[in-house]
């Protein structure tokens, strides 16, 4: 009997661990069961989301095609010959006289930062037409990439922004920038281009404009001060100079007679001589004239002190 017990007892004992055994093992596949349930139903929302995404995105046989291609490109000549022929109208017609060519040239770079923004607009929202989300979400990676590509090009886009709204001188304009100074011929969000007196075309980067300081000689007027210097003995008498360059200034050929002619003398050494030199100040008809009007007083001014008797070669410097 006490053999019954002990046998029946050792295996109660055994059946025990191996039931408590089993149920250890199933818990850990009931928590891998549950978790490849959840990443089915996790797969399955992602599909879910991934076909409605793809439902709701344009198709790109849609928003680019070649007849779209096609006419995007003839828009785009179209255009530019529009602008091109009305930019070259309009400097023809400011051509024919200076008032007109100050401010029609003033109008020029304009004219085609509003053309070709309308073509730009009328190419992407009236050709391909894209979903504003997408355009949205186009145009900024394109920014972000271009922003470190082409970051000397956005400076100087970005100044030739800046020169228009604050607009410290315009087409026509004669200005000085640092050793530069020449008539502006043109103006893009680019560059500015000058004209100096021997006839070089300077471009200079919009970028490098905004950090500089800029000398406008005549602000949008036809008109500006020329200003001639001669040095003349000390010994010379000053009256009768001044006297003989202010009628020499009233009648040269391009003088402008509604603004104050003016002659000032300094002391000054020139070539180890105390001297005088004087600067005759006179507004010139016409900024393209400055640099021959310039000359004619100087020479004209000398040829009559020596006419006069008031300089010779004896007392000259």
Not at 26 to 52: E, F, H
Not at 101 to 127: D, H, S
Not at 173 to 199: F, H, P, W
Not at 255 to 280: A, D, G, Q
Request: net charge positive.
């Amino acid at each position: 009997m006490k053999k019954h017990f002990v046998f029946y007892s050792l295996l109660f004992v055994l059946c025990f661990n191996l039931n408590a055994q089993n149920n250890e093992s199933a818990a850990p596949d009931s928590a891998n069961q549950q978790a490849i349930v959840d990443t089915l139903q996790n797969s399955n929302l992602t599909t879910t989301l991934v076909k409605g995404l793809e439902q709701n995105k344009p198709e790109i046989g849609k928003l680019i095609s070649f007849p779209k291609i096609l006419w995007a490109l003839l828009v785009f000549f179209a255009g530019y010959l529009i602008i091109r022929f009305i930019s070259r109208s309009i400097e023809i017609w400011s051509e024919k006289s200076p008032e007109r060519r100050i401010k029609g040239k003033a109008i020029v770079p304009l004219v085609k930062i509003l053309g070709w923004m309308v073509i730009i607009y009328f190419i992407v929202r009236g050709i391909f037409h894209p979903p504003i989300e997408s355009l949205i979400a186009f145009g900024a990676s394109v920014g972000v990439a271009v922003g470190f590509a082409a970051q000397d090009i956005l400076k100087n886009i970005f100044g030739g922004f800046v020169i228009l709204i604050d607009r410290p001188f315009k087409v026509g304009d004669k200005i000085q920038v640092g050793d530069v100074y020449g008539e502006v011929l043109e103006m893009s969000l680019r560059s500015t281009r000058l004209q100096t007196a021997d006839d070089s075309l300077v471009t200079l980067p919009n970028g490098e404009l905004m950090n500089q300081f800029i000398s406008n000689a005549n602000s949008g007027e036809t008109n500006c001060q020329v200003v001639a210097e001669i040095y003349l003995p000390i010994t010379i008498d000053t009256e009768e100079v001044r006297k003989v360059a202010l009628e020499v200034a009233k009648v040269a050929k391009y003088i402008y007679l509604s603004k104050p002619i003016v002659v000032l003398f300094f002391n000054e050494i020139h070539h180890k001589k105390l001297c005088y030199k004087m600067r005759l100040k006179a507004y010139v008809l016409d900024i393209r004239y400055e640099f021959a009007f310039k000359s004619e007083m100087t020479e004209i001014v000398i040829k009559e002190l020596i006419k006069a008797g008031i300089l010779s070669k004896e007392n000259s410097i």
